[in-house]
């Protein structure tokens, strides 16, 4: 069991070898949950949830029912309920899915995730791409990773510009749909 503090937060997680940063949280994702701004009426989808402690972490600070948690992988969804129950959270959509494959809902207000960036960059280009679309006008989409320049480039081509900011070895990407409009 992973008993983890975030912005005076505290929650537990239990979780598996198989699933990302399994022993602890990732220190990306909770430089990514530090710069994201979470208000109470965003409507929320963490990609790539893994065992859930995006998601989870959202749902403290935003209405549950608003929020839709996703993974390819069957496990991490098993892990990402069993997480909520354990954090004593109701309400939030967990969907096993391809990116967005299995998701109906295209009003999101922000979008976060932490994709495979080890990989070859087809699922964070889908990710990116796909997140476009499923925000609203002035929706946002955060991002981690450890590298710059493609993430900079694909971010500008679909959202017309970003933010980022640097943490020790971390990026975080903001883009926001219609860009132009939000000062980016």
């Avoid at 929320?44 to 959202?58: M, Q, R």
Wanted: hydrophobic letters at 35%; proline letters at 3%.
């Amino acid at each position: 069991m992973i008993v983890q503090s975030i912005s005076g937060i505290d929650l537990k997680f239990e979780t598996d070898s198989r699933l990302f940063s399994y022993k602890s949280a990732d220190k990306g994702t909770l430089f990514m949950l530090e710069k994201a701004d979470i208000k109470n009426d965003d409507v929320i989808l963490d990609i790539g949830c893994g065992y859930g402690l995006v998601g989870i972490y959202c749902a403290k600070k935003a209405d549950p029912r608003n929020i839709t948690m996703t993974d390819i992988d069957p496990s991490a969804v098993e892990y990402a309920r069993k997480n909520l129950a354990n954090n004593g959270i109701t309400g939030v959509t967990v969907i096993e899915s391809d990116a967005y494959k299995n998701v109906e809902r295209s009003d999101y207000t922000v979008i976060l995730s932490n994709p495979p960036y080890h990989a070859d960059f087809s699922v964070p280009k889908a990710f990116i791409e796909g997140g476009y679309r499923r925000l609203i006008p002035g929706g946002r989409m955060y991002m981690v990773t450890k590298r710059l320049e493609w993430y900079k480039r694909k971010f500008i081509s679909v959202f017309g510009g970003v933010r980022i900011i640097r943490c020790e070895d971390y990026y975080i990407f903001m883009g926001i749909r219609n860009a132009e409009k939000y000062g980016i």
